[in-house]
């Protein structure tokens, strides 16, 4: 069984390998890497031709299979040019005459090969598993939207209370109510009117009403107040979407809202320290 396994494995191995030449550059390569072996064999022939000519070969004798002749002979199946006339054609067309040569095989062979990579890539991709262009597209579209969710997940982990920014879309603060329906509600109430925590309504704050206030409150927390750091269970992504939407409750009318603490908040007041956690 497991020699029948390794065989499959082999075996899909060497599909793999085989249709990996109907992709485009894979193709073009090997095409070019046939021309430059044939250009490098006609070259060498050449010398060996220069070199009988000039009368410096070496004594004939039997080439090996690897020579350059025996390869060129059986690449090229071409006529020595003593024996042309043996397959020179009756016709003339103004003193040019035509040889009867054969096809080479090395054309023909690579044009056979053409035709069964043809059937095989349309076998595999169009009428059986393989994927096609379309696909590896949205394939590939899939995995640069992993990378760049990946990419924002990473920036957002960077965040801290000086580049923390007030987030505006549905997306964030749909998130940032989630998490605030899960961890605040006990303290600050559903509509942000205030429970054990203070009001979150109002424009009076505590320890600041800017994001960066808030997000460092939630982030480090007032452990006298009991209001706990939660930077150990939110990231700084949840924490900035949190804080936004935290301030999204500024002049909303709670049910039952909390009295005032803190100062007036603006840009301009530095609030003073007073008895609850924001």
Not at 106 to 125: A, N, P, R
Not at 246 to 270: C, D, H, R, W, Y
Request: net charge negative; with cysteine.
């Amino acid at each position: 069984m497991s020699n029948s396994l390794h065989f499959l494995s082999l075996s899909q191995e060497w599909v793999d390998l085989f249709l990996s030449f109907g992709k485009p550059l894979n193709f073009l390569a090997l095409v070019t890497f046939l021309v430059g072996l044939l250009t490098a064999v006609s070259v060498l022939r050449t010398i060996d031709v220069l070199k009988e000519k000039l009368g410096i070969a070496p004594e004939p004798k039997k080439a090996a299979w690897w020579s350059t002749k025996r390869i060129m002979k059986t690449l090229t199946d071409a006529t020595p040019v003593e024996k042309e006339n043996d397959i020179m054609l009756d016709h003339n067309y103004d003193g040019i005459k035509e040889l009867d040569n054969s096809l080479p095989p090395w054309w023909l062979y690579g044009f056979y090969l053409t035709i069964v990579m043809s059937i095989v890539y349309m076998g595999y991709y169009h009428l059986g598993s393989g994927p096609l262009s379309k696909d590896e597209f949205q394939a590939d579209m899939a995995q640069i939207e992993a990378t760049k969710a990946e990419a924002l997940k990473q920036a957002g982990n960077n965040i801290d209370e000086n580049s923390v920014v007030l987030l505006s879309d549905a997306s964030a603060l749909a998130e940032g109510k989630k998490l605030y329906d899960a961890n605040c509600v006990a303290c600050h109430a559903a509509d942000g009117g205030g429970l054990v925590g203070p009001n979150l309504t109002d424009a009076y704050w505590i320890h600041g009403g800017s994001v960066k206030d808030v997000f460092s409150i939630i982030k480090y927390g007032v452990l006298e107040k009991g209001m706990i750091s939660w930077q150990e269970q939110l990231n700084p992504s949840e924490m900035q979407a949190v804080s936004s939407y935290i301030l999204n409750f500024q002049g909303t009318t709670p049910a039952v809202p909390k009295e005032a603490q803190g100062v007036l908040f603006s840009a301009e007041t530095t609030p003073a320290v007073g008895d609850s956690a924001l």
